[in-house]
């Protein structure tokens, strides 16, 4: 089990910088014990595991020490497309309405201030679809299916006209834009 572990976690003593002035660890808050790693971070389930013995068993043959990520400074996975998908959106939305896929954008290169923003606009969509699709979220409708468009009201709406919706596919369109 411990060689499984050891691909995603290290010792914070190793793998955390001390502050060049103090001696003391940087970044605390990323460095956890060995029963946060087993019962938190790995969420270990074991059901028929009432009063923790396994449990505490397993954590009792593990190195007691500080814990974290590998790569304790990198940006995650779920964060990286987070801030890819924030900033694309902002692309869409305020620079480049149509014409996006063709062209790099500084802001979806790696930085620090917003973390990695580590895929390009064509590598997130297709992470996107492919997620979509490998979890059942797109299925195919049958030529001539009725479908409707809707959308969420926030709380303090009441009511809002179709317009809000934005415009209907083309071949559906039969009221003039104004």
């Excluded at 060049?20 to 808050?29: A, K, N, Q, W, Y």
Aim: hydrophobic share 35%; charged share 30%; net charge negative.
């Amino acid at each position: 089990m411990l060689p499984q572990i050891e691909l995603e976690y290290a010792s914070a003593d190793q793998s955390l910088p001390n502050d060049p002035e103090t001696g003391e660890r940087m970044f605390p808050e990323d460095e956890f014990d060995t029963s946060d790693l087993v019962e938190t971070y790995l969420e270990l389930e074991l059901p028929n595991d009432s009063k923790g013995m396994l449990v505490a068993d397993i954590v009792g043959a593990m190195p007691e020490q500080d814990w974290c990520l590998v790569y304790p400074l990198s940006t995650g996975d779920d964060e990286a497309i987070g801030n890819s998908w924030d900033e694309f959106k902002s692309i869409v939305k305020h620079r480049r309405r149509f014409f996006f896929l063709q062209h790099r954008d500084s802001n979806l290169e790696y930085g620090v201030s917003r973390g990695e923003a580590a895929y390009n606009i064509p590598d997130l969509l297709e992470r996107i679809g492919r997620f979509a699709s490998d979890h059942g979220l797109i299925s195919r409708l049958n030529a001539g299916s009725r479908w409707l468009r809707v959308q969420e009201m926030g709380e303090d709406e009441h009511n809002f006209g179709p317009r809000r919706m934005g415009p209907p596919p083309f071949e559906l369109a039969n009221c003039p834009t104004v």
